[in-house]
């Protein structure tokens, strides 16, 4: 980690390696605000990007899926009647979670979303994906689609009668005892309110630097790094959300407690299984969790195949071993000062591996669980 910060891999960063009930390991490095000098801390709140979709959409899911307010097979043309042709109307949600609904990738839409009235932009953004031609027929491929958690959004918000924000804090967190893994929410699009809002969540909170963003004009912190999630309020299902590792660490933690029937309540084993089991789908996807692909997972080599976790644009990401009950918890800033920064890549496997070299596991028979 210190050789990744003096190399330029990133500015800063927290690793934190954990069991199922216990952190074993949390070490802060590097700068969190480099124009100021702020050392990181392991405290500190960095924007976890892509990790909402697992963290936040994914077990709202299973909280409406538990409830039965929402299916896995429920489709589009049911949940969001008259806004999709033949083409999309069969998409499941369990298909959306898990990237195999055919839409494409990503699009740039917050070029045209951003001179639109901030109360106009979320209906706007759903007419553009209702508009796009699918790059395959649902079921049949898997390509990691940020537009299928823009879908997510409007899903999850609907089967709950609140907004995300909401949801994810009174359904999730709370519950759960975590207090440090929110959204930043924009109101109506207005830079007063914004700022107040900001301020109000920031107080006291230490914020990694992102990106000197070209198109805001600003170097951006506590505020969301992706674009189109900005554009749209800064409460979406596929970015926003802003985190410390050790909260990450509580919800995966719960996450995997559940899977082996060893926490009552919040999140049933049953659900917990269903949503991170690997199906007959395209891909490497479960249900708003990616696994291990052989060779080149970022997990490493010794991450076994019963594992789930996701990245971060920004440069967060975590990793939960089921079998060996092992959790890495990896947050930096690599897109401070600019996204071009692309060494992450190379580290990812490389600290993971480390690490589970340092447990023991980094041979071919690993001792069992790291569990107290």
């Known amino acids: ?4 910060v003096e190399r330029g891999v990133f500015p800063s960063g927290v690793l934190l390696v954990g069991s199922a009930v216990e952190v074993l390991f949390e070490e802060a490095y590097g700068l969190a605000v480099p124009g100021t000098g702020e050392a990181a801390a392991t405290g500190a709140f960095y924007d976890l990007a892509s990790l909402t979709k697992p963290l936040a959409a994914a077990t709202s899911a299973m909280i409406l899926a538990e409830s ?3 299916l896995p097979e429920s489709a589009l043309g049911e949940l969001l009647p008259g806004v999709f042709g033949k083409d999309k109307a069969g998409i499941t949600v369990a298909q959306l979670l898990s990237h195999a609904s055919g839409l494409p990738a990503y699009r740039h839409y917050y070029r045209k979303l951003q001179f639109l009235p901030a109360g106009k932009r979320r209906g706007r953004l759903l ?8 790059e395959s027929a649902p079921g049949t491929r898997a390509v990691y689609s940020d537009l299928g958690y823009m879908l997510l ?16 804090r009174e359904a999730v967190a709370e519950p759960l005892g ?4 929110f959204f930043i929410p924009l109101e109506s699009g207005l830079m007063p309110a914004f700022l107040r809002k900001r301020e109000a969540l920031m107080a006291g909170r230490s914020f990694a630097a992102t990106e000197a963003c070209p ?4 170097l951006l912190v506590g505020e969301v790094h992706d674009d189109n999630a900005w554009v749209t309020g800064g409460v979406a299902a596929h970015a926003g959300l802003f985190g ?16 082996h029937g060893e926490q009552a309540g919040l999140f049933l084993p049953e659900t917990v299984r269903s949503f991170l089991t690997r199906r007959e789908a395209p891909g490497s996807f479960v249900m708003g969790f990616d696994t291990p692909t052989r060779p080149g997972s970022s997990s490493g080599r010794f991450f076994s195949d019963l594992s789930v976790g996701h990245l971060g644009f920004t440069g967060a990401s975590f990793w939960a071993d089921l079998e060996k009950r092992v959790i890495v918890v990896l947050l930096t800033n690599r897109v401070h000062p600019t996204r071009k920064n692309e060494e992450i890549r190379a580290f990812r496997p490389l600290i993971h591996d480390a690490v589970m070299e340092e447990l023991g596991f980094g041979r071919a028979e690993p001792p069992q669980g790291i569990r107290p």
Do not use: N, P, Q
Not at 127 to 134: D, T
Not at 157 to 162: L, P, V, W
Not at 244 to 259: N, P
């Open 153 to 168: 959004l409007e899903i999850l918000e609907k089967a709950a009668g609140m907004d995300l924000d909401g949801l994810f």
């Open 127 to 134: 007419k553009l994906i209702a508009a796009e031609s699918l």
């Open 1 to 4: 980690m210190k050789e990744a």
């Open 215 to 218: 198109w805001r004009g600003r």
């Open 68 to 70: 039965g307010r929402l």
């Open 244 to 259: 410390t590792a050790r909260a990450v660490w509580e919800l995966v933690s719960a996450l995997v407690r559940a899977f």
């Open 178 to 181: 975590i207090g440090d893994l």
